[in-house]
């Protein structure tokens, strides 16, 4: 049973900076495309973040892009989001999520990801 569990969640204010981190317990994790998912209240769960297996590429939702960054480390079966510069408009549940590979990360509602952690709560006040 694979299960992924997320920290670094937290309550900040606007501007600041919080780093997400999940670890994946799965043997082969470096292979697994990992993506971190948020769920905005009043709105459908949404694609932020993912980085290919290898970690050869990253691809961001437009909202976050160059505000947010997605890493790994292999040797640590984890996955990072670094956001900085929060807006109070990124207050949510973020979620970890991991698949073969990160096309089904690009398709609502996600139903091909293979694995989703249990999530944790961004709150930003403005």
């Known amino acids: 049973q694979v299960q992924l569990v997320e920290s670094g969640g937290g309550l900040v204010q606007a501007g600041a900076s919080l780093r997400l981190s999940c670890v994946a317990s799965?043997?082969?994790?470096?292979?697994?495309?990992m993506g971190w998912f948020r769920h905005l209240p009043g709105k459908e769960r949404e694609f932020v973040a993912a980085?290919?297996?290898?970690?050869?590429?990253?691809y961001y939702t437009d909202s976050v892009k160059g505000r947010f960054t997605i890493s790994r480390d292999n040797a640590k079966n984890t996955v990072y989001l670094q956001m900085n510069s929060l807006k109070s408009e990124d207050s949510g549940i973020y979620y970890c999520?991991?698949?073969?590979?990160?096309?089904?990360?690009?398709?609502?509602?996600?139903?091909?990801?293979?694995?989703w952690g249990s999530g944790t709560l961004v709150a930003v006040s403005a």
């Open positions: 999520a991991l698949s073969e590979t990160t096309a089904p990360m690009f398709v609502a509602p996600y139903g091909g990801v293979d694995y």
């Open positions: 799965i043997p082969t994790f470096a292979r697994y495309a």
């Open positions: 980085i290919a297996g290898m970690g050869s590429a990253t």
